[in-house]
């Protein structure tokens, strides 16, 4: 045991000597005090050179991401030779006829497609600070007037609605998403209903001697065929779905206009009123014309409005 006690104490580690100039205070400074300086330093430049390094990457990421993948290529459409990089306020029209997709046809037409693609670019660009949807046009179909509402309700900047000539049926519910509307006196409003009339042919038919001869595996196939006169079960089935639709349609109207659904379902028997009657009814805000609705958004933001507008008209010419 006492062997093994000195073999232990005999070992080189015991005999190495120890610098006391180490343990000294005095001599701290000199160790340690300068290094950890630099290391706090050290550190805290490689902290803010990959905080700037983040920062960066993020705002290039945000500004460069390609929507393209989920919209379509929306810069084409919105940075065309008419574009203006001073404005601040972006326009974009409704005229014709309104579809989901524009398709080849003699009539003008705007499509959601479009127009909610706008929406969306406009919402991120730093540089416009408010949407204008113009309108003139006596409707189409449901489901592009209800995208279009829908992208305006969405919207975090103001938008404005402005109605001109007419704003019937689904163009009037592609308005109603903008936070403001705004007619002329004079404009056509509302005129909200439902229809899937059609013409019969089948009595001419009969009398210049030509018979239908219906081939169809289910019973309702060929409803609306202006060849054929309709079953009463076939006018069933398609009153059906006509009553539906105009019902969701004065649902929509009622919550986005805050209006009451007896209200709305009162006035939605077809017709249409001017101005200053949907102003009273609560369906617009306002009466004025584009003067009105650039000075309404400049008292909002405050400062100077300037619009550029985005017609799809020419857009491939």
């Keep these: 045991m006492l062997k093994s006690i000195k073999k232990i104490l005999l070992n080189p580690v015991f005999k190495k000597k120890i610098n006391y100039s180490k343990l000294n205070p005095k001599n701290w400074k000199k160790f340690s005090i300068k290094n950890k300086f ?8 490689f902290f803010i050179v990959t905080v700037a390094a983040i920062f960066i990457i993020d705002d290039y990421l945000y500004w460069n991401y390609d929507y393209s993948l989920f919209y379509g290529n929306m810069s084409s459409e919105y940075n065309d030779e008419n574009y203006n990089p001073e404005c601040n306020v972006l326009g974009i029209e409704l005229f014709g006829e309104l579809v989901t997709y524009e398709y080849e046809s003699e009539n003008r037409q705007s499509s959601s497609e479009n127009i909610v693609s706008l929406i969306m670019e406009a919402e991120e660009d730093w540089n416009i600070d408010a949407i204008i949807l113009e309108i003139d046009s006596y409707g189409g179909s449901p489901v592009a007037a209800e995208e279009i509402a829908n992208a305006l309700k969405i919207a975090k900047k103001p938008t404005i609605a402005l109605i001109r000539g007419g704003g019937v049926s689904a163009a009037y519910i592609a308005a109603t998403g903008a936070d403001k509307i705004f007619a002329s006196k004079n404009s056509d409003i509302f005129g909200m209903g439902v229809t899937m009339s059609y013409l019969d042919y089948s009595e001419a038919n009969r009398r210049d001697g030509i018979k239908y001869v219906e081939l169809s595996s289910s019973e309702f196939k ?27 349609f004065v649902e929509l109207i009622a919550n986005n206009r805050n209006l009451g659904i007896e209200h709305v379902s009162k006035l939605s028997d077809g017709s249409t009123m001017l101005g200053q009657m949907a102003l009273e009814n609560g369906l617009i805000d306002e009466i004025g014309d584009i003067f009105d609705a650039q000075n309404y958004l400049e008292d909002l933001i405050g400062y100077e409005t300037d619009v550029c507008w985005k017609d799809f008209e020419n857009q491939d010419e």
């Design 222 to 248: 060929n409803s609306g065929d202006p060849d054929k006169s309709l079953s009463q079960k076939e006018k069933d089935v398609l009153m059906r779905d006509v009553n539906i639709m105009h019902q969701n």
């Design 38 to 45: 630099r290391k706090i330093f050290r550190f805290l430049f």
